[in-house]
């Protein structure tokens, strides 16, 4: 079982800031993919960035909405995964969760192949 707790959400102008944070429980956190996804009312759920490292490679997919504006980073001491959120933009205003794949492999972008969510946290960006 792997537990997932994001955090650092919030309300922001656009052309802000903010850093999402992702916790994870879990012995072989290094091993996982962990990948952020997004979901707006009205709107089905959407990939927003992955990572995943096969030591000594880290390897990483954006989608193309955020590409160039959001960074996704792991410290795998910390068992965490950051979500770096630059130049925002009010079509970015959505519920972001964070997920895990424990198989080893390239960072996926289909929701299905993730075996665990946390609850999300919500990023309002004001126009």
């Known amino acids: 079982q792997v537990q997932l707790v994001e955090s650092g959400g919030g309300l922001v102008q656009a052309g802000g800031s903010l850093r999402l944070s992702c916790a994870a429980s879990?012995?072989?956190?290094?091993?996982?993919?962990m990948g952020w996804f997004r979901q707006a009312p009205g709107k089905e759920r959407e990939f927003v960035a992955a990572i995943s490292w096969s030591g000594p490679s880290t390897y990483y997919a954006y989608a193309d909405s955020v590409k160039g504006r959001f960074t996704i980073s792991r410290d795998n001491a910390k068992n965490t995964v950051y979500l770096q959120m630059n130049s925002l933009k009010p079509e970015d205003t959505a519920v972001y969760y964070c997920?895990?794949?424990?198989?080893?492999?390239?960072?996926?972008?289909?929701?299905?192949?993730?075996?665990?969510w946390g609850q999300g946290t919500q990023v309002t960006v004001s126009s």
């Open positions: 997920a895990a794949d424990l198989r080893v492999g390239a960072p996926k972008r289909a929701g299905h192949e993730y075996d665990y």
């Open positions: 879990g012995r072989t956190f290094s091993r996982y993919t």
